[in-house]
Structure formats: structure tokens, C-alpha cells
């Protein structure tokens, strides 16, 4: 069975860091480009970040650039996002996806394969 799994999600006050995690199982990730997703309460899905699968290139949304870093563990099959200086507008659940390419993924309808999400909010 074909499965991405979030975690890493929670609660953290403005100017924190969590990690979130994306594990995957029932396929390998060696092949897939990875992306990471947000949505808000009464606000579209965004992109966040994406990381290829080839040469490991990297794309990130202005909103977190400098603060936001992708990578991935073939090995683990898993892929990570972390989170530095949270501000609130991160608040929003976090879904990560795969796209079968070996170059980064910036559209949505790309992606095959959804986790179930994991939220994350930043508040004082």
C-alpha cells in the first residue's frame, strides 16, 4: 500500500523551529520529486518547498526562503522540512507529496501520491 506519512507537527511560539518528517512506504522515493504544501483555514493550498529527485535542486516559496530547509534520506526513504524563525502566518497544516519526476515539481495536479497532513501552529 502506497503511503506518505506526515509527523513533526505542534505547537511552537513565534521565532521557533520544529522539523516535520515525511516517511514513505509501499514505493520508493529514489524517483519521485518531493514537495511540501500548506493550507490555511479559508485559504487555498500553497507550495511551499520541492526537492528534486536527481541533484537534489531545491525550490522555495519567497514567503519562507531563508527560513525553511528541504532535504531527503533515500536511505530512511523519507524526506524533511525544517522550520527556523516560525512567524504565525505559518500556522496551517502541512502536507508533503510525490510527484514521479526527476526535477522539481512547482504544480499541484504533478502529484500522485498525499499524506494526510500535520499541523502546525505558531503562537505566543
Known amino acids: 500500500q502506497v503511503q506518505l506519512v506526515e509527523s513533526g507537527g505542534g505547537l511552537v511560539q513565534p521565532g521557533g523551529s520544529l522539523r516535520l518528517s515525511c516517511a514513505a512506504s509501499?514505493?520508493?522515493?529514489?524517483?519521485?520529486?518531493i514537495g511540501w504544501f500548506r493550507q490555511a483555514p479559508g485559504k487555498e493550498r500553497e507550495g511551499v518547498s520541492c526537492i528534486s529527485s536527481n541533484d537534489g535542486s531545491t525550490y522555495y516559496a519567497d514567503s519562507v526562503k531563508g527560513r525553511f530547509t528541504i532535504s531527503r534520506d533515500n536511505a530512511k526513504n523519507t524526506v524533511y522540512l525544517q522550520m527556523n524563525s516560525l512567524k504565525p502566518e505559518d500556522t496551517a497544516v502541512y502536507y508533503c507529496?510525490?510527484?514521479?519526476?526527476?526535477?522539481?515539481?512547482?504544480?499541484?495536479?504533478?502529484?500522485?501520491?498525499w499524506g494526510q497532513g500535520t499541523q502546525v501552529t505558531v503562537s505566543s
Open positions: 509501499g514505493f520508493t522515493l529514489d524517483y519521485y520529486a
Open positions: 507529496a510525490a510527484a514521479p519526476s526527476l526535477h522539481v515539481v512547482t504544480t499541484v495536479y504533478e502529484y500522485d501520491y
